[in-house]
């Protein structure tokens, strides 16, 4: 996209569109969203993107969504890190 158009706002533009006509569709469209994980492949208290499902009842996470292992890795890794960040803000707010 960007060789193609020098700018990306062409398909930020697009994605957004996708999701918002999947809320307004009900279409159970698997986008890869920001969610809060709540135990959801072993997380828990982490926003991160996760394989979920987007519709008129809002966003819902699928905890069974086959990944391989270096995909399992690699989510863990990016919430461990996302999950430091997070401790040392609280850490920061309380100082």
């Known amino acids: 996209m960007i060789e193609t158009k020098k700018s990306t706002y062409f398909a930020i533009g697009?994605?957004?569109?996708k999701i918002?006509?999947?809320f307004r569709?009900?279409?159970h469209t698997v986008y890869p969203v920001c969610s809060l994980a709540e135990g959801e492949y072993g997380l828990n208290n982490v926003v991160l993107g996760l394989p979920s499902t987007?519709?008129?009842d809002g966003v819902k996470i699928l905890a069974?969504?086959?990944l391989t292992e270096r995909e399992k890795?690699?989510?863990n890794k990016?919430?461990?890190i996302i999950a430091e960040m997070i401790s040392h803000l609280d850490k920061a707010e309380n100082c």
């Not at 697009?14 to 569109?17: A, D, I, L, Q, R």
Request: hydrophobic share 35%; net charge neutral.
């Open 14 to 17: 697009f994605v957004v569109s």
């Open 20 to 22: 918002v006509s999947a």
């Open 25 to 27: 569709k009900s279409t």
């Open 54 to 56: 987007i519709s008129s």
């Open 64 to 66: 069974g969504y086959p």
């Open 73 to 75: 890795e690699s989510l």
């Open 78 to 80: 990016s919430a461990g």
